[in-house]
C-alpha cells in the first residue's frame, strides 16, 4: 500500500466554521507533512511531524492547528479562515531521510480543495 | 538560497511527439532530484527519482537525466498522450533529517490531438 489518503476531497467552510482535515497512512512512514498550494503555484511547505511530534512550523497563523494523534494519522484543524486561505491542501509522508537513505520517496495524497467563504 | 527553475514555464505538443522539459537548482546540501506530474486539482505522483550518483532514470515513456556537475536535470517524455497533460514538476530535496523539497514552478504540458 503506497497510498496516502485524504479526506475531505472537497471541503467550503464559513469564516466562523471549525473544520479539520484527515490524512492517513499505512507505509510506516514516521515523517508527515501539510503543503499548501495556490493554483498554478508549488506547493509551499506549512507544518511536519517527526516521529508524531512537530517539528517544522513554518510561520503558519494560529488559525491553522496541525495534530498528530498516531503515526498513521493526520490531522489539521481549521478555524477562523479567511477567504484568502482557499487552497489546495496537500498531505504527504515519507520515510526520515539522512545520508544513509538519500532517495527515500515522499508520497502525496490528492488534497482537500478547501474553499473559504 | 535554495532554488529550482524549470522551463519551459508552458509547452504545447501534438499527440505523439516527444518533449523535453529542463531544470536547474541550486541546492545545498543536495540529496535527491525528482519529477512529479500533478493534474489540476490533484496531489503529485512521483515519476522518477535521482540521487547524485545517477546520471539516467526511466519510467515507461518518462526519462528523466541529472548532471550533478550543472545542476541540471531534463525530463523526456517519448511518444505523448493526451494523458500526459498535467504541470511537470521538478523538486529537489535538501538533505535533513526529513524531506525538506525544494519546489520548482513547473512546466504546465498540454497535449492536443
Known amino acids: 500500500d503506497t497510498e496516502v489518503t485524504q479526506t475531505p476531497k472537497h471541503l467550503v467552510m464559513g469564516m466562523t466554521n471549525k473544520k479539520s482535515l484527515k490524512c492517513e497512512q499505512h507505509?510506516?512512514?514516521?515523517?508527515m507533512y501539510w503543503y499548501k498550494q495556490k493554483a498554478k503555484k508549488p506547493p509551499e511547505l506549512m507544518f511536519v511531524?517527526?516521529?508524531?511530534?512537530?517539528?517544522i512550523n513554518e510561520s503558519v497563523p494560529s488559525r491553522f492547528s496541525p495534530e498528530c494523534p498516531n503515526s498513521s494519522l493526520l490531522n489539521l484543524h481549521l478555524h477562523a479562515l479567511q477567504p484568502e486561505d482557499s487552497a489546495l491542501y496537500l498531505c504527504?509522508?515519507?520515510?526520515?531521510?539522512?545520508?544513509?537513505?538519500?532517495?527515500?520517496?515522499?508520497?502525496f495524497g490528492q488534497g482537500t480543495r478547501l474553499t473559504v467563504v | 538560497k535554495n532554488q529550482v527553475e524549470q522551463s519551459p514555464q508552458s509547452l504545447i505538443i501534438l499527440e505523439g511527439k516527444n518533449c523535453t522539459l529542463q531544470c536547474n537548482y541550486t541546492v545545498s546540501p543536495f540529496s535527491n532530484l525528482r519529477w512529479y506530474k500533478q493534474d489540476t486539482g490533484r496531489g503529485p505522483v512521483s515519476l522518477t527519482i535521482?540521487?547524485?550518483?545517477?546520471n539516467t532514470k526511466s519510467n515507461g515513456r518518462y526519462t528523466a537525466t541529472l548532471d550533478a556537475d550543472t545542476k541540471q536535470s531534463s525530463l523526456h517524455i517519448t511518444a505523448s498522450q493526451l494523458s500526459d497533460s498535467a504541470s511537470y514538476i521538478c523538486v529537489v530535496t535538501v538533505l535533513s533529517g526529513y524531506n525538506k523539497l525544494i519546489f520548482g514552478a513547473g512546466t504546465r504540458l498540454a497535449v492536443h490531438p
Open positions: 507505509m510506516g512512514h514516521r515523517a
Open positions: 535521482m540521487t547524485f550518483s545517477e
Open positions: 504527504a509522508s515519507s520515510h526520515r531521510t539522512g545520508k544513509k537513505r538519500a532517495n527515500t520517496e515522499a508520497f
Open positions: 511531524y517527526s516521529y508524531e511530534k512537530l517539528s
